[in-house]
């Protein structure tokens, strides 16, 4: 009867193997990651990056994301400081900086930083007046930061950064807003046509009196005006002063001969 003892070993030991395999498993945290180790239920200690081989019956290790992620706030209605209401959006930088705190310390980080971004925002808005929240929509992210940077911190969430993605209004303010931008622009085109009125009649009036001054200007601004033109008959009046009058001398010799000299 041949020996099986060989053949009993080999299935133990692959027995064996197959029982480590399925109690043992590998788990590799990566450079951007941190890791949370749990012991039956109970926190251990943070996992640096790499590969660590863990006993899957008792322990449990959980890798968290560091890096600066993107959350978008969806937008929420606000009342400004004036009664109007507008909806506003966010987008937001933010990153984990504390996973021991922002894991067993809060059920839902995120849900938790979108709270505290949706009371800053509030704050923020809610005593302004409209005409400045236009004016300086800028302005908004870095205030909404400001108010939140603490909180989201001690809940081990790092903002990085706050900008307003949207900004809207209700139908019936935007028409108000349409019809007071048409009213200013039909301002200033009125001012701007009453101040090229007043020009020319400034120039008119310089003119006028150069006139009065230098009667000759007439004459020769009609003549200069004549020199582009054709086809027409003019009739000019020339001033006594400009005709010379005949010598006394001849006044009763008649008029000249032909061959006289002139």
Do not use: C
Not at 15 to 25: E, F, S, T, Y
Not at 67 to 82: H, K, N, Y
Not at 145 to 158: D, F, N, V, Y
Not at 188 to 214: P, Y
Request: charged fraction near 20%; aromatic fraction near 4%; proline fraction near 6%.
């Amino acid at each position: 009867m041949p020996d099986l003892t060989p053949i009993v070993v080999l299935l133990v030991v692959l027995v064996m193997l197959l029982v480590v395999r399925r109690a043992v498993r590998r788990v590799t945290i990566l450079e951007y990651q941190q890791g949370l180790k749990y012991v039956d239920g109970h926190f251990r200690g943070l996992i640096d990056p790499g590969a660590h081989w863990v006993f899957k019956p008792t322990t449990s290790i959980y890798p968290i994301d560091t890096r600066v992620s993107l959350l978008s706030a969806p937008g929420q209605e606000i009342v400004t400081s004036d009664g109007i209401s507008i909806k506003l959006s966010l987008a937001v930088q933010y990153r984990v900086v504390d996973p021991v705190v922002a894991i067993n310390e809060v059920q839902d980080y995120l849900g938790a930083t979108y709270s505290l971004l949706q009371v800053a925002l509030r704050e923020v808005v809610g005593v302004k007046a409209i005409d400045d929240l236009l004016q300086h929509r800028d302005v908004i992210g870095p205030e909404v930061l400001e108010r939140s940077a603490a909180k989201a911190k001690a809940i081990g969430i790092e903002v990085v950064e706050v900008g307003v993605k949207d900004l809207m209004l209700p139908g019936a303010t935007k028409r108000l807003f349409a019809q007071v931008i048409e009213a200013r622009q039909q301002g200033l085109a009125s001012l701007e046509k009453a101040r090229g009125e007043t020009a020319a009649l400034r120039n008119l009036a310089n003119a006028a009196s150069m006139v009065d001054q230098h009667p000759a200007l007439l004459q020769l601004r009609l003549l200069h005006q004549l020199e582009g033109s054709s086809g027409n008959t003019v009739v000019l009046g020339m001033p006594a002063s400009a005709v010379p009058l005949p010598s006394s001398g001849r006044s009763d010799a008649g008029p000249p001969s032909p061959d006289s000299e002139v």
